[in-house]
T-cell receptor
Framework: EPEVTQTPSHQVTQMGQEVILRCVPI?????FYWYRQILGQKVEFLVS????????KSEIFDDQFSVERPDGSNFTLKIRSTKLEDSAMYFC???????????FGDGTRLSIL | AQTVTQSQPEMSVQEAETVTLSCTYD???????LFWYKQPPSRQMILVIR??????QNATENRFSVNFQKAAKSFSLKISDSQLGDTAMYFC??????????????FGKGTKLSVIP
């Protein structure tokens, strides 16, 4: 069964550095999402992406964050200048259509030192 | 804003027994979807079951079934004949059906289920 894949599984970065988290959604999916889960807290929506543009974003998704689909397969989340509070598990998800379930990747654990 | 509450942080069940995980939600909308996702120690979040709010019939997927009480805004998950592989974190999630935009999921905090041999 096709899966959403995320790399790396764990990223350790110094505060203030830029980080790019990568996702390969399922190939025939059209809607893409990023969520994050701070340790011990809820999974929170960050952003959704469709037709090469952001559909919705949460208040967490400030100017430090950006998303891109640089080619036909990858979907990336960039954090420009990381802060300690960006430490979290980041999940990518994709769905075939709006009313279809979202399929999640394994997540990338981001640790900011 | 929509909220999802899972009041049981941890639960355990004996193998082959039945367990019910609770979820309540709050919304003023009438068209929405509810989900249960499972996150085993391997981390990948896997969809367990989905319920459309307009459907009165409770969804069922093999050993997994839901009790959807729309008026009470309750959406519990029943796992029958529990297996060791059911050990995982279970998240209840909600999304509005708006027909446009995106269907961002709102999650509960999760219930950690341990199946005991």
């Amino acid at each position: 069964e096709p899966e959403v894949t995320q790399t790396p599984s764990h990223q350790v970065t110094q505060m203030g550095q830029e980080v790019i988290l990568r996702c390969v959604p399922i190939s025939n999916h059209l809607y893409f999402y990023w969520y994050r889960q701070i340790l011990g807290q809820k999974v929170e929506f960050l952003v959704s992406f469709y037709n090469n543009e952001i559909s919705e974003k949460s208040e967490i998704f400030d100017d430090q964050f950006s998303v891109e689909r640089p080619d036909g397969s990858n979907f990336t989340l960039k954090i420009r200048s990381t802060k300690l509070e960006d430490s979290a598990m980041y999940f990518c998800a994709s769905s075939r259509a709006l009313n279809q379930p979202q399929h999640f990747g394994d997540g990338t654990r981001l640790s900011i030192l | 804003a929509q909220t999802v509450t899972q009041s049981q942080p941890e639960m355990s069940v004996q193998e082959a027994e039945t367990v019910t995980l609770s979820c309540t939600y709050d919304t003023s909308e009438s068209n929405y979807y509810l989900f249960w996702y499972k996150q085993p120690p391997s981390r990948q979040m896997i969809l367990v079951i989905r319920q459309e709010a307009y459907k009165q019939q409770n969804a069922t997927e093999n050993r997994f079934s839901v009790n959807f009480q729309k008026a009470a805004k309750s959406f519990s998950l029943k796992i029958s004949d529990s297996q060791l592989g059911d050990t995982a974190m279970y998240f209840c999630a909600f999304t509005l059906y708006s027909g446009a935009g995106s269907y961002q999921l709102t999650f509960g905090k999760g219930t950690k289920l341990s199946v005991i041999p």
